[in-house]
Nanobody, 125 residues
Framework: QVQLVESGGGLVQAGGSLRLSCAASGRTVGSLAMGWFRQAPGKEREFVASISWSGGITNYADSVKGRFTISRDNNKKTVFLQMDSLKPGDTAVYYC??????????????????WGQGTQVTVSS
């Protein structure tokens, strides 16, 4: 079983930056694709970014391309989301997710049940 703990959220002005972290535990973490999703008030949870187990393949939602960067440190079992040029529309609770199967890509449409508790990101205008 994988356990995920997010941190790094907070309040920032538009145009600012934040770096989210997701600390993972579990024997197979190093072989799992990981990703970030977010959920704004009154909206469904949506995909933000994903990274393969090796870190060699990344994918982003169109709304964050060029502004957000996902990365991972498998030695530290941590995944990061660097968020730059933040906009009020980025305000949401951000959740970390781990793929269900080692070596498989993250399923952005039907993510696994491996979720963290979330971290709040608020961007003021």
């Amino acid at each position: 079983q994988v356990q995920l703990v997010e941190s790094g959220g907070g309040l920032v002005q538009a145009g600012g930056s934040l770096r989210l972290s997701c600390a993972a535990s579990g024997r197979t973490v190093g072989s799992l694709a990981m990703g970030w999703f977010r959920q704004a008030p009154g909206k469904e949870r949506e995909f933000v970014a994903s990274i393969s187990w090796s870190g060699g393949i990344t994918n982003y939602a169109d709304s964050v391309k060029g502004r957000f960067t996902i990365s991972r440190d498998n030695n530290k079992k941590t995944v990061f989301l660097q968020m730059d040029s933040l906009k009020p529309g980025d305000t949401a609770v951000y959740y970390c997710n781990a793929a269900a199967t080692p070596g498989a890509p993250l399923n952005r449409l039907n993510p696994s049940n491996n979720w963290g508790q979330g971290t709040q990101v608020t961007v003021s205008s």
